[in-house]
């Protein structure tokens, strides 16, 4: 059974930090593209950060230079470190693997107050 399981959401001021887990179990996680995705009310669910297995990054243009995305192939963890938080960066926060093997997560709720 897959699941990727997502934690370290919450409420935080503006400009301040957090930083959410991804642990994947059922996927081969080292072959995998890992993504960071969100979507806020009424809104589509956009890419925030993406990793490849070669370590190559994508980053949206709102989080460029504010979020790092890492990984951990020997937990099967890939990371979100997100700084200088704004409210506009208020949404639930999903994790995504694939390709190859495409799975989300639940989703953490990350709230950001002004």
């Known amino acids: 059974q897959v699941q990727l399981v997502e934690s370290g959401g919450g409420l935080v001021q503006a400009g301040g930090s957090l930083r959410l887990s991804c642990t994947a179990s059922?996927?081969?996680?080292?072959?995998?593209?890992m993504g960071w995705y969100r979507q806020a009310p009424g809104t589509q669910r956009e890419l925030v950060a993406g990793l490849d297995t070669g370590e190559r990054v994508d980053y949206a243009d709102s989080v460029e230079g504010r979020f790092t995305i890492s990984r951990d192939n020997a937990k099967n963890t890939v990371y979100l470190q997100m700084n200088s938080l704004k409210p506009e960066d208020t949404a639930i926060y999903y994790c995504?693997?694939?390709?190859?093997?495409?799975?989300w997560g639940q989703g953490t709720q990350v709230t950001v107050s002004s």
């Open positions: 059922g996927i081969i996680f080292s072959i995998n593209y």
């Open positions: 995504r693997s694939g390709p190859p093997q495409n799975y």
